[in-house]
């Protein structure tokens, strides 16, 4: 049974950093894309990130690019840094991984999915 567990989440100020971390068990997530969402409160779940297998390739949503870095620390593991944080990324942060070698953005197109890590920021 294929598993993805967040951590990292946490209270920060604004301006400030978080790493976040993920770590996929049932299988080897070599040959998959891993990404990153995040859903607020009323709001629709939103793309932030994916990296491809080989960590050769990667895209990021508009409202993170420059801030945000995803990046895989080996085929199970992935990282979402996060700088320059501001409140309105408070929310719930969801990791995913989906077979093969593309980059998606829907959350739909995603097919493994961890219960997320609560991330607030304090103004």
């Known amino acids: 049974q294929v598993q993805l567990v967040e951590s990292g989440g946490g209270l920060v100020q604004a301006g400030g950093s978080l790493r976040l971390s993920c770590v996929a068990s049932?299988?080897?997530?070599?040959?998959?894309?891993m990404g990153w969402f995040r859903q607020a409160p009323g709001k629709e779940r939103e793309f932030l990130a994916a990296?491809?297998?080989?960590?050769?390739?990667a895209r990021y949503g508009n409202s993170v690019e420059g801030r945000f870095t995803i990046s895989r620390d080996n085929a199970n593991t992935a990282s979402l840094q996060m700088n320059s944080l501001k409140p309105e990324d408070t929310a719930v942060y969801y990791c995913?991984?989906?077979?093969?070698?593309?980059?998606?953005?829907?959350?739909?197109?995603?097919?493994?999915w961890g219960r997320g890590t609560q991330v607030t920021v304090s103004s």
């Open positions: 995913t991984g989906t077979p093969g070698g593309f980059l998606p953005t829907l959350a739909g197109q995603f097919a493994y």
């Open positions: 990296i491809s297998r080989n960590s050769g390739s």
């Open positions: 049932g299988r080897t997530f070599g040959g998959y894309t």
